[in-house]
């Protein structure tokens, strides 16, 4: 029976040494002693040891399990040999027979007392290697996503994310396990890249490249190309991109474009001197943060765009208001006088007074047409339809007609005017001497304006020929009046814009006439500048470039009048039309040509136009373009058509308030033979007159 139940128990003994054998998991049959009396091929397989020839249990803890570790779990198999506890589990890392670490969960029982009477018990270990890998990555990933809540967080706060990269930097190179990080910003003024925040290196380190030019360095190149550079493995590297860096001691190293809107704001890069190379994680996280810290420049940009913007309209519209202001101003002081010297004018019997006060409201209607013409120039300006004439002209008589016009009111304050023109100056030039006289005539207006003692010199010079065969043309205005302080210097050039705009300011103006005549000069290929000091006079000084005219200029002349019959009106024997809807202007007209000997009849609208002229024989037709049923344009083509079949074409003078380029042109386009535009001078009405007159062909009266 004995016999019998030892065989028994032997081959229970065998049969849970095979199955210890087969287990699938590392499992191992100990003694007391330490003696591994049974393992699994799995657990063979982890450790590297050979069936047979398997060390002591302890042997196996010394070799490939922490000391720490491999104390306490000595300690528990103690315990569980003296029967202290049953079974214990414990957590600990081994080293593997491949070198790698591995992380099991050890649990041991113990089971009883082989058939030679000697404790036993079997240990069991679960590999949770691929399970804590995932929860710290799993924790990593969530303090990943943190890391880029916070940093956006505290960019899209920032008044200024500038400052505040470098703090966010620093905690995401911790969080990298990197040495150094480099933010450049992208100067646009010098063209490259400035350090605005780093850290890992010493101060002057960090002052040897405060400036990086674009295309040096990999920050400089990443710049340039607008992409992202990754240098590993830098000691062992021939790419000459990672000189500087490799002089740091970084041996991995990653640089990110900052980009907006397909526009590079600068860099950010991160370096380890302890690896030679990234995990894709760490680089998806530094595109991520230099993501956030680009959109966030970005926004922190376009608020201050939109901040300055908002003060510049501000400005403006302030600007415009005292503008608004100064031109109701200038606008009601001299119609004041019109309206005002009418009045008197109606009261006063005496014809001598009379006539002194219609001259002087005269005076005070031109005053009115230039400031409108100031204001139409400028709408020419900002619609982009402000044109140039190119006709010969003579540059003296020119230079004259500026100095007449000025003359009056330097007499009367007692100044005197001095015209320099520099010797072998020619001219016949060919250019827009209109504009050029504008410019002249607003400059020594100015001059004379603003000075009480002394006077005004002009002076005129010649410069470099063009290739063109133009030449430079030098003008400049120097008076002795009260100067311009520096600070206000910015303020001359500019539309609605004075020295002086407040309420008590001792000299009048629109505040127009020096950003027209900049525009001007510019436009005739020259520059516009201003010299002197508070109190020390001024000088206004501009370039122009003319044509030059070979001989004489053939100044254009108005044709030849018809031959009036000795001691008869201009206008005997003519019969005109007069198309006009007002009846202020129909009577002003009808009474300056009716004086000169001229029948006049007139048309209210268009549409009756047409129709007089088809009843009577006129000589011509002053037909006003904007009219009711039947505009000017309408009328005239009416009539043109009209002509085709009766053999002749009848003069007609267009007459207009609209006075840009591009209304003369539409004009002649619609048939019309000339242009004058409102408020009418009446001495060049009658010039065109008498010069459409006096070129009218067969067929005409």
Known sequence: MRRQIEAELRGREEQFRRAIEEAPIPVVMLTQDGEVLQASRSWLEVTGFVAGKIPTFDKWLEAQVARQAAETITARMRELFHQERNSFTTDFRITGSDGCPRHWTFSTSFLGRLQDSRPFAVGMGVDITEREEGEAALKRSNQRLDLLADTASRLLQSKDPRQLADTLCREVMTFLDCDVFFNFL???????????????????????????????????????????????????SQDARADLVRSLGIQAYACHPLMSQGQVLGTLSFGTRSRNSFSDDELSLMKAVADQVAIAMERNRMEETLRQAKQAAEAASNTKSRFVANMSHELRTPMTGVLGMLDLALLTPDAAERADYIQTAQRSSRSLLRILNDILDLAKVEAGKFSLDNRPFGLRACLAQAVDIVMPEVKRKGLHL???????????????????????????GNAVK??????????????????????????????????????????????????????????????????ISKEIVERMGGSIAIEGEAGAGSCFSFTVRLGLVQGEAELPSAPPRAPAQPGSPAGAGRHLLVAEDDPTIRQVLGNMLGRLGYQVEFAEDGAQAVAKWRQSDFDMIIMDVQMPLLDGFEATRSIREQEVHQGRRLPILAMTAHAMKQDEERCIAAGMDDYISKPIDFRECLEKIGALLGSAGPGCR
Request: charged share 25%; glycine share 14%; aromatic share 4%.
């Open 418 to 444: 001095t015209l320099q023109v520099a010797e072998g100056l020619p001219d016949h030039v060919q250019g827009d001497q209109v504009r050029l006289r504008q410019v002249l005539t607003n400059l020594v």
């Open 186 to 236: 992208m100067d646009e003024e010098e063209g490259g890249l400035k350090l605005n925040a780093c850290a890992g290196i010493g101060e002057e380190q960090a002052a040897a490249i405060e400036r990086l030019p674009l295309g040096v360095a990999i920050c400089g190149c990443a710049a340039r190309d607008g992409c992202r550079i990754v240098a590993e493995n830098i000691p062992d």
């Open 450 to 515: 603003f000075t009480e003692r002394g006077g005004v010199t002009i002076s005129v010079g010649a410069g470099e020929e063009g290739a063109d065969g133009s030449l430079e043309f030098r003008f400049s205005v120097r008076d002795t009046g009260i100067g311009i302080p520096q600070d206000k210097r910015h303020l001359l050039f500019n539309s609605f814009s004075q020295v002086d705009d407040s309420n008590t300011r001792s000299y009048g103006g629109t505040g127009l006439g020096l950003a």
